[in-house]
């Protein structure tokens, strides 16, 4: 049932720590969730430097998804968009062709308070790797909840459960927020052929095996899969259709080797557009490392 578990890599962003899980070494991808981060938890006092904040960067070939369990991020776009997003709400930017964007935590700077939440990215198929830009905000009325046997969800995207979240996605796919009461047992059905569940509080059990807080179990296809909260436990769902190869180099996905290294070209010629209410700073293309480039990081 379980095929393999993957435990968070701790990270240091420049003052915020976040906790990597894909991609992993050996398993790139949930179907089309190629990125999964979870910010925090991290305590902030008011007035904390403006370096802890996420600069203008780019992406392409990706949607990136914002969900939060605490604190408050803003957001800020080169198509325009400037969104504040809280606690059970969705940031849903399409990168497609090129987007640049910044994350900053100018309410937690103001009032102080925790920072928790996931960002995950999510590769477009070959035929929307070029689609335009776009964002889109959405709170708790566009996201189904359901309630019971001591347990709590929330369809954060895609199609699940005989629900659908009112977020455009471009493949199949699904995204879940539970949270379990300690003894509580639910069921994720065999719907998709590739998911995964991130236990981002907590501690449960699958298939007899213990998953502790920043672990993500990776399942085999066509079975049901029972979950059973050992304590009180916040768990992430995940998966979907695959939808092919991807490559990844710094903030760019594509299918294609030659369409990376024109982001990464375009970048440093500063031919990206920056967020209008965010243009006097940004985040440098990183140097290459010696050597032929990666693949894949």
Do not use: C
């Amino acid at each position: 049932m379980i095929e393999l578990v993957i435990d968070q890599r701790r990270r240091d962003l420049g003052g915020f720590e976040v906790g990597r899980v894909l991609p992993f070494h050996s398993h790139r991808m949930v179907g089309p969730f190629i990125f999964f981060d979870h910010m925090g938890p991290a305590q902030f006092t008011a007035g904390f430097p403006r370096t802890v904040d996420v600069r203008p960067h780019p992406h392409i070939g990706l949607s990136t998804v914002s969900y939060l369990f605490e604190g408050a991020m803003t957001h800020r776009d080169s198509v325009g968009s400037t969104e504040v997003i809280r606690p059970g709400e969705v940031n849903w930017m399409t990168a497609g062709k090129g987007i640049t964007h910044s994350e900053r935590f100018e309410d937690l700077r103001t009032h102080g308070g925790t920072m928790n939440g996931i960002q995950a990215w999510v590769a477009l198929p070959t035929e929307d790797e070029e689609t335009d830009p776009a964002f889109s905000h959405h709170g708790p009325d566009d996201l189904p909840t359901y309630e019971g046997g001591g347990m709590w969800a929330r369809l954060i995207a895609g199609k699940a459960f005989g629900a659908e979240a009112k977020v455009k996605v471009h493949s199949p796919m699904f995204y879940v927020h539970w949270a379990l009461d300690a003894g509580a047992t639910a069921q994720l059905p065999a719907e998709y052929p590739e998911r995964a569940a991130y236990v981002a509080q907590g501690i449960v059990e699958i298939d007899g095996r213990q998953i502790n807080e920043g672990q993500m179990a990776v399942f085999a296809p066509s079975q049901p899969v029972p979950i059973k909260a050992t304590t009180n436990a916040i768990v992430m769902l995940l998966g979907g259709e695959p939808i092919g190869e991807r490559f990844i180099e710094w903030n760019f996905v594509s299918s294609s080797k030659d369409r990376l290294a024109q982001a990464k070209a375009d970048w440093r010629a500063g031919r990206m557009k920056l967020p209008d209410a965010d243009d006097q700073e940004f985040i440098p293309l990183p140097p290459d490392p010696p050597g032929p480039a990666p693949a894949m990081s």
